[in-house]
């Protein structure tokens, strides 16, 4: 198997890598992969991880919710349940950062199209992208909506949207510059970009260590705090104007950690330990499960 190797950290350059944590592909393969950490600023990813031209064999599984829609089991029932709650939030939060009801937005990552398909019905114009071609088949049967595949975002029109949405799509992204780049490429000079993905300094993360559902090797490729993600921003010309939690995702993610440790009544101890991470987000944000962070150009505030 093709593997990438990183030499050189993705943030700051820095050649001084050491291991950090080894993790198991609960989901598909049961394969160990390691994590790094660069010794200079502290970004944690995923070493030794298949190249994208293999990767996809590592999301064909039913039990891959974000692509297959499966309500299978308890823990799958609760996140659809999360899920419908969460896309009404999520609209309202994109049209009070845009502060506006309509516009141009792109969705990138848009997994079955749930979110894509709710903006679209609040009068919004969206584009959205998705890699996984079971994906786009059941967003155009379920919501008559197309989406292109990834490989279409370098021919899309430069700073043509208003907003720009990765909901749990950045950490699989393998060209992580590039990715940023392209971003900042297409946003309007006035846009907006939210981008949500899980916390690897958060409460539940510290707690579980290895067995952190959310680690997610090999798909997750690079493990995000706020501070990381801050500067990712920074360096590619963007100003972090907001932070949100998303503490439900702790609930979904302890559930699953209890269970790859394979505890007595992982469903409740799970809900035990997302309620004290809830807690903790509540004092701190930054002790979220996952954060939704807002971007905007530098030169447009």
Not at 135 to 149: G, N
Not at 181 to 207: E, I, M, T, W
Request: proline share 5%; net charge neutral; charged share 20%.
């Amino acid at each position: 198997m093709n593997r990438v190797t990183i030499q050189a950290c993705p943030l700051c350059g820095g050649t001084e890598l050491e291991p950090a944590l080894t993790c198991v592909d609960h989901y598909v393969s049961g394969e160990a992969f390691c994590l790094c950490r660069c010794r200079e600023c502290g970004f944690l990813f995923t070493q030794d991880f298949p190249a994208e031209a293999e990767i996809g064999r590592y999301y064909e599984t039913p039990d891959y919710i974000s692509h297959s829609d499966t309500r299978k089991g308890l823990v799958n029932t609760l996140y659809h349940w999360v899920r419908a709650y969460m896309l009404g939030r999520k609209a309202r939060l994109v049209m009070d950062e845009a502060h506006c009801t309509g516009g141009c937005l792109l969705d990138i990552g848009a997994g079955t199209g749930y979110f894509a398909d709710a903006m679209h019905r609040r009068g919004w114009q969206v584009e959205a992208v998705e890699k996984n071609a079971s994906a786009r088949a059941f967003a155009k049967e379920h919501f008559r909506l197309h989406m292109w595949p990834d490989d279409v975002l370098p021919a899309l029109p430069e700073q043509e949207y208003n907003v720009i949405t990765l909901w749990h799509v950045l950490e699989h992204m393998e060209h992580l510059n590039e990715t940023w780049g392209c971003l900042g490429r297409l946003l309007a000079p006035r846009g907006v970009l939210l981008v949500a993905v899980p916390n690897c300094s958060s409460y539940d993360a510290r707690k579980y260590g290895a067995h952190w559902a959310a680690y997610d090797v090999p798909r997750h490729l690079w493990h995000f705090t706020p501070d990381t993600m801050q500067r990712f921003g920074a360096k590619h010309g963007f100003i972090l104007s907001g932070r949100y939690p998303m503490p439900f995702d702790a609930f979904y993610v302890s559930m699953l950690s209890e269970k790859y440790l394979h505890h007595a009544l992982p469903l409740v101890r799970g809900l035990l330990t997302g309620t004290a991470a809830w807690l903790k987000s509540l004092a701190r944000k930054e002790q979220s499960s996952s954060m939704i962070y807002v971007f905007r150009r530098r030169n447009a505030v």
